[in-house]
């Protein structure tokens, strides 16, 4: 069992859930990226109506959306072209979030001053402790 408190902002993202390989995982992002992550799952969904979705999470500050263009069958089922049309997809959101505060979605940039880099505005960076849980 995840011993994780479960974000209150977890249930803005319950469209992504029936896409997940694993329907226990937990999305691990800040509230100020909760619209971003939306945006990019409508844009994957787009393109492939029933992608599967690995994890949803902040990895080296920049968001992580982590999918197969369908889900995933011993021996592939799915082209080198769509799996690049994917990675194209998310790439821009992955590039927006390097500028955009997960805790509070203002402009935000990298902070390396704790253990976990984070992409935080100003304010936030004061105010988002050393453990760096926003």
Request: with cysteine; proline share 7%; net charge negative.
């Amino acid at each position: 069992m995840n011993s994780r408190p479960v974000p209150a902002h977890a249930a803005e993202l319950e469209p992504l859930r029936r896409h997940l390989r694993d329907p226990s995982s937990l999305f691990d992002v800040g509230p100020g990226w909760v619209a971003l992550v939306l945006r990019c799952h409508e844009a994957v969904v787009a393109l492939f109506p029933e992608y599967e979705l690995l994890a949803v999470k902040q990895k080296w500050a920049v968001l992580s959306f982590q999918a197969f263009p369908r889900p995933w069958e011993r021996g592939g089922n799915w082209t080198s072209d769509e799996a690049v049309r994917l990675d194209e997809s998310v790439a821009g959101f992955t590039a927006a979030s390097e500028h955009l505060c997960e805790r509070c979605g203002n402009a935000g940039s990298l902070r390396e001053t704790r253990r976990i880099e984070s992409t935080l505005c100003d304010v936030c960076e004061s105010r988002v402790g050393p453990d760096g849980r926003l």
